[in-house]
């Protein structure tokens, strides 16, 4: 008797535990990026650091301004400036701002550190592109996507954007 109400028991905590296994996840609700911001700038007044700048300088891309942004990643570069990423931050706002001949020492300061990184690669080609070295900036795909097929990569990133420089 003891033993089948045991086994009823097992039986019925096996039926939750796949029920709570089977139920979605919560999805807990996006701050908008411009709460965020503002947190995050009432935190840099407080306790000013280079990793704080950089996210403020992607929130500030994000938002579509490119300039504060730069403000934001200037900072942090003065205490990190070989750092790629924080290079990249700083790449993304001057082509955002249309300044893509600023832009290409930076990527390819980056692309000689990264050579096979196909972001790098596709903002580089952005820059060229948008400084008016479109043949630069084909080559430079043209050379990738052949790398990339020699390694038996194919690489359709950064050939979708070769087909759309014109």
Known sequence: EHQEL???????ERKKERKTQAQPPQVIPDIPVEKKLEQLLDVI???????LHAQAANLFLKNGKPDEALNHINETLKARPDSPPFMMIQARCFLMKGEDNLAVPILEQLYFKRPYD??????????????????????L?????????????????LASILCDLK
Not at 6 to 12: K, Q, T
Not at 145 to 155: A, H, P, Q, T, V
């Open 6 to 12: 045991l086994a009823e028991y097992i039986l019925d």
């Open 45 to 51: 007044s407080l306790y000013p650091n280079p990793t």
């Open 118 to 139: 196909s972001n790098i690669i596709a903002r580089l080609a952005q820059a060229y592109h948008g400084a008016g070295e479109t043949a630069t900036a084909k080559e």
């Open 141 to 157: 795909l043209v050379s990738a996507i052949n790398r990339d097929l020699e390694r038996g990569y194919k690489n359709r990133f």
